[in-house]
């Protein structure tokens, strides 16, 4: 995040590294745009003032452009937020006991902090930086928030005991993910995410396309959450007697 790219390099990048990205729990038009808003759900673990800096640096993350909507749009606040009330953000999945020493990016989490903590940490020190200086990270402008955004990644800032690089990697990570993720847990409204990349989601099976080569398949993305599809894996388990 050196410098700001635009909206069309971003999407290519996401394009391109999605096959190896995975979630914590895990194209055509965008029909949400063409739908009445839905309502956004209370918040489980952000406050008001940490929730607004989300809003803002996931859309810096990945933005709204001409055809596709941006993280926030696409429920990826909702997506952090779930998680961060949840068992992995509580630490409960995680083995965190002492000594603590660097990890290697292999080695996943290596943090003395709950997932949950280190956001809360982080987040609250950002915000202080900037009250302390009369402003808030709102009321600056794109390019300001992206150079912002861009020196936490370069990483040396203590953000109340947390480095800015460790910060800004999680929320990338989180802002990904829920952009991605199975709708059912929060992110990816309106399977967005899906949609911009032909992604077709939790189909059961292809039988009738084993034979078909080089077509283009073109059906409307399911989530595991559309159990009663008839082409839904969980519909085809259930009439299974699985």
């Known amino acids: 995040m050196s410098e700001k ?27 949400a745009l063409t739908k009445a808003p839905q309502a956004e759900e209370p918040k489980r673990f952000f406050g008001e003032s940490e929730n607004s800096f989300l809003e803002l640096a996931v859309d810096q993350i990945i933005p709204r452009d001409e055809r596709w909507p941006g993280a926030r749009e696409a429920g990826v606040v909702e997506y952090i937020d779930r998680q961060m009330a949840g068992p992995w953000g509580r630490g409960e999945l995680i083995y965190r006991h002492g000594p603590y020493y660097e990890g290697t990016a292999s080695q996943g989490y290596q943090f003395e902090y709950t997932p949950a903590e280190l956001f809360r940490r982080s987040i609250n ?5 900037f009250a302390s200086q009369g402003t808030s990270f709102d009321k600056l402008s794109d390019t300001d928030k992206d150079a912002y955004l861009a020196s936490l990644e370069k990483g040396g800032i203590d953000l109340d005991g947390v ?3 460790v910060f800004f990697d999680q929320l990338l990570g ?11 847990y929060g992110g990816n409204r309106n399977m967005a995410g899906w949609r911009m990349i032909g992604f077709p989601g939790a189909y ?20 595991i959450a559309d159990r009663d599809h008839p082409d839904s894996s969980l519909h085809k388990m259930k009439m299974r007697g699985a």
Do not use: C, W
Request: aromatic share 10%.
């Open 125 to 129: 020190a950002i915000n202080n930086h």
């Open 174 to 184: 989180m802002t990904v993910q829920g952009f991605f993720a199975d709708p059912m």
């Open 163 to 165: 480095d800015s690089a």
């Open 204 to 223: 059961a099976d292809y039988y009738d396309l084993v034979d078909k080569h080089g077509i283009e398949f073109k059906r409307e993305p399911l989530s």
């Open 5 to 31: 790219p635009s909206s069309d390099s971003r999407r290519k990048f996401l394009k391109g590294s999605f096959v190896s990205i995975s979630a914590p729990t895990l194209a055509g038009q965008l029909p």
